[in-house]
């Protein structure tokens, strides 16, 4: 297969991450013959600082052109701890999600028995949890009507949603729940909020049509200590945008790090992958970023044009550096890995993934440990 992948590197440790993604996506071509072409652009602070825009032109038709985007991450303090600033990286990614129509976000969290000590929440508490989350990504308050009276005294976000707009996204989590466990939890907050009850309304409705699904409904709150509580007895979360942002970054901490949680954003024509985490300016340079959850998005990259042995291969990949502790600072705090380690280890281990010999020798070394 012949790929156009644009790489959207981004702000602070996005380039670092992003880097290793490309790396363990060409050994994927490699080894199963494919041909992947990757062109860099410009997004977010990086942008603004040459072109005095989060978002240009030349970046959102090189997406246009492409099969899929590859997105590293995005922001930086000098915007952050500016209230006053008019131009901010974040509006480039909101921006390109509208543009190219990017209504789904899906999340998978899982935990890995290694990790599980990491986590703050107890081992008993957590072990086996695997979900996915189905977060409607282009409506609602982050893109509704905003205003801010003249005084500056106060302002408000304008909270919409549209019966299409619901029924889009909760269709596609109604189909992942059939690959799954067969039970889906519609997050809302309908015992306040107008766009809930059509939220409820509408996915009621929905749920007529796949009969095999189990459908229940937790509001926001409630769903929130639940996650903590009892991670297991979820499958598949569908919810609005804002939920869904605070949401998956919750379960984040359930597996032990950030820096393992992966994230697809798709739409009718096109689909973006990226970490769920930030651009964590602090780390910027120093090799100690986590790359996992990058190349998790280059694995659901692969899933979405159907190479499925590929995208497995990757996850294996992962399985095995975590199980032998190639990993990052974050996860490995006494003897770790930088990010380009982590990700020339998982790149040899694509090319051998069915026939490896682990050399404890070679690994203590702190190298290559296929032979």
């Known amino acids: 297969m012949k790929l156009n992948i644009a790489v959207l590197p981004g ?32 997004v977010g602070a990086a942008a603004i600082d040459l072109l005095e825009n989060p978002l ?25 701890n500016n ?3 008019k131009v901010r990286p974040e509006q480039g990614l909101l921006k390109l999600r509208k543009e190219l129509g990017l209504f789904a976000n899906i999340r998978p969290v899982r935990t890995y028995e290694k990790l599980l000590d990491q986590s703050p929440l107890k081992r008993e508490r957590i072990a086996g949890a695997d979900m996915v989350i189905y977060r409607e990504l282009t409506g609602g308050i982050y893109f509704g ?48 909020l107008e766009t809930s009850r059509l939220w409820r309304k509408t996915v009621k409705t929905i749920a007529k049509e796949y009969p095999d699904v189990e459908l229940d409904f937790l509001f926001v709150d409630n769903a929130a200590m639940q996650m903590i509580l ?60 986590n790359p996992v959850a990058s190349i998790l998005s280059a694995a659901m990259l692969l899933d979405h044009f159907d190479l499925t042995e590929e995208a497995n291969a990757v996850r294996k990949a992962v399985e095995v550096s975590i199980q032998l502790n190639v990993c990052t600072q974050d996860i490995n705090k006494d003897n770790h890995y930088t990010t ?17 010999n682990i050399n404890d020798e070679n690994m203590n070394l702190g190298q290559m440990t296929i032979i």
Request: with cysteine; charged share 25%.
């Open 11 to 42: 702000d602070g440790i996005g380039p670092e991450i992003t880097q290793q993604s490309v790396k363990v996506l060409k050994a994927v071509a490699d080894r199963f013959d494919h041909e992947f072409q990757f062109d860099d652009a410009l």
């Open 56 to 80: 240009p032109e030349a970046t959102l038709d090189l997406c246009h052109k492409s099969d899929a985007v590859l997105f590293g991450a995005i922001g930086h303090p000098k915007y952050d």
């Open 83 to 85: 209230p006053d600033a």
């Open 145 to 192: 009507e905003k205003s801010t009276a003249q005084d500056g005294k106060s302002a408000q976000d304008l909270c919409f949603y549209s019966e299409e707009e619901i029924d889009r996204i909760a269709h596609l989590a109604f189909k992942a729940a059939q690959q799954r466990r067969n039970k889906l939890t519609l997050v809302d907050k309908a015992n306040v």
């Open 230 to 289: 009892n991670p297991t007895q979820f499958d598949v979360i569908l919810t609005e945008n804002m939920f869904g942002d605070i949401l998956s970054d919750e379960a984040s901490v359930i597996g032990g790090s950030i820096g393992l949680l992966a994230s697809a954003s798709v739409g009718n024509k096109n689909a973006m992958f990226e970490p769920i985490h930030g651009s964590y300016p602090q780390a910027t340079g120093k090799g100690i970023a």
């Open 340 to 356: 380009e380690k982590v990700g020339d280890f998982l790149e040899g281990l694509i090319a051998e993934i069915d026939n490896i």
